[in-house]
C-alpha cells in the first residue's frame, strides 16, 4: 500500500482486528452487488469508501424520480440515466482508487454463474424472489458466501448463506423456491427511507468481515427488524437436509 492508501484507510488500519493485513485482503476483494437500488446505495458506498478493490454492481433499472426518497446513490440530476452509471458516478467520487464494474443488466444463467464464481462475496440488494433463487443456486454451487438483505414498509431483514460452511442453510432453506411467493415490493407498499440505509450497511459490514474473516457473521441466524419499535427479533436457521439447492438430493 502506499502513503494515499496508508493514509485513506487509517481508520481501519487502526483497528487490531483489521490492521494492514485486513485491509490488503478488502483491497484485493470483489464484491458482486446485485441492485443498486435502497439496499444496494449504502452497501455499495461503503464497499467502495472502505476500498473494496473490485466492486461489480448489475442493475437493468434507470433512475427515476420516485427512487431518490431512500436510494442515495442516485441525484435528482441523474434521473433518467442507468442506475449503475449514477451509481459509477457516486463511488468514484468517494473512491477514484477502486475498479467499479456497472453492469446495465439483469444478470442470470451462465453470466450471474460466472459472475459469481469470480467473486469474494456476493450482496443480494434485488427485491424478487426467482433473482433471489437464482442468486443463491450459484453462490451455493460455486461456494461463494451471500448477504441477503430485504426491506418492505418498516420490515427489514437480514441473514448471510455461507456455502463454504457444511452446517449454514441456505436461503432456498428459508424460502423454499417450489413455495409460491408473490413478490410484494416498494412500488406498491411503500418502504421507510431510512430502513433501507440500516439493512444495506449491515450487508456492508457483513462483506467487510467476511472478506477480512473477523468475528462472527450472521450465517444460520436471521435478524428481523422493526423500526417502528427498533426491536430485532433473532431466528435461528437450520440447514435443511431436504433442501433442493443445498441439500443431499
Ligand atoms: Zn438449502
Known amino acids: 500500500m502506499n502513503d494515499h492508501q496508508l493514509l485513506r484507510y487509517s481508520r481501519h488500519i487502526l483497528l487490531d482486528d483489521i490492521d494492514i493485513d485486513g485491509q490488503q485482503k478488502i483491497t484485493a476483494a470483489h464484491a458482486l452487488i446485485i ?3 435502497g439496499l444496494g446505495s449504502p452497501a455499495a458506498l461503503y464497499l ?12 437493468q433499472d434507470t433512475v427515476d424520480l420516485t427512487n431518490l426518497q431512500r436510494q442515495i446513490l442516485h441525484t435528482t440530476e441523474r434521473v433518467g440515466q442507468p442506475k449503475v452509471a449514477s451509481a459509477r458516478q457516486a463511488l468514484t467520487a468517494i473512491n477514484p482508487g477502486i475498479d467499479i464494474i456497472a453492469l446495465d443488466e439483469r444478470l442470470d444463467g451462465a453470466r450471474l454463474d460466472a459472475l459469481v464464481r469470480s467473486a469474494t462475496v456476493v450482496l443480494d440488494c434485488t427485491d424478487n424472489f426467482a433473482t433471489r433463487h437464482a442468486i443463491n443456486r450459484a453462490c451455493v454451487t460455486h461456494k461463494v458466501p451471500l448477504v ?3 426491506a418492505i414498509r418498516f420490515d427489514g431483514q437480514i441473514s448471510v448463506f455461507d456455502a463454504r460452511d457444511p452446517v449454514s442453510p441456505c ?3 428459508l424460502f423454499p423456491p417450489q413455495q ?3 413478490d410484494i415490493n416498494c412500488a406498491t407498499m ?3 427511507a431510512p430502513l433501507v440505509g440500516i439493512i444495506g450497511s449491515m450487508q456492508a459490514a457483513e462483506a467487510l468481515k467476511l472478506i477480512v474473516g473477523i468475528g462472527t457473521s450472521l450465517a444460520g441466524r436471521l435478524q428481523m427488524l422493526d423500526a417502528r419499535t427498533m426491536e430485532w427479533t433473532t431466528i435461528t ?5 431436504a433442501c433442493s439447492v443445498c441439500g443431499h438430493h
Open 35 to 37: 441492485g443498486a437500488g
Open 48 to 59: 467502495a469508501s472502505a476500498g473494496t478493490g473490485t466492486i461489480t454492481l448489475a442493475d
Open 148 to 150: 441477503s438483505g430485504a
Open 171 to 173: 436461503y432456498a432453506c
Open 180 to 182: 409460491s411467493v408473490d
Open 190 to 192: 411503500g418502504v421507510f
Open 237 to 241: 436457521l437450520r440447514r435443511d437436509a
